[in-house]
């Protein structure tokens, strides 16, 4: 796990009440764990084979949760567009825990800036 006192800005969780889930919204990949896709799976109070089998794409070698094509975006499929919220917040992935900080954006951030209202600059 990356420290994100390393990182040249800071995230105020506040903002994203405000935004339409931007990050939500990429299309790619979600990766989980088998542990993750338990946790989700009961929370959602599914079982696990018909959740990974509704929720869940093997990519890479890797669990992933699918994303959907809703109006043009590809869309996580715990995200829901029309509440513009995550529908399973409480149990997301860590990938979805740690964002912003991710390696790739510890020297990359100001890509953030453009969609991220939470984003703040140190300093």
């Known amino acids: 796990m990356i420290d994100p006192s390393t990182f040249p800005f800071t995230f105020n969780q506040s903002a994203c009440a405000t935004c339409r889930g931007t990050c939500c919204r990429w ?13 989700i799976a009961n929370f959602r109070g599914m079982e696990l084979g018909i959740f990974a ?5 093997a990519a890479y ?7 959907r094509l809703i109006d043009g975006e590809y869309i996580c499929c715990m995200f829901d ?7 399973i917040y409480e149990q997301r992935p860590s990938q979805c825990r ?11 951030y100001l890509d953030l800036l453009d969609y991220c209202p939470g984003i703040v600059l140190k300093g």
Not at 53 to 57: I, K
Not at 81 to 87: I, Q, R
């Open 27 to 39: 299309g790619g990949y979600v990766w989980i764990t088998e542990e993750e896709m338990i946790k």
């Open 53 to 57: 089998d509704t929720y869940v794409r």
């Open 61 to 67: 070698g890797r669990l992933s949760l699918q994303d």
């Open 81 to 87: 567009p029309f509440e513009n919220k995550c529908t």
């Open 98 to 108: 740690t964002f912003p900080f991710w390696k790739q954006y510890q020297n990359k």
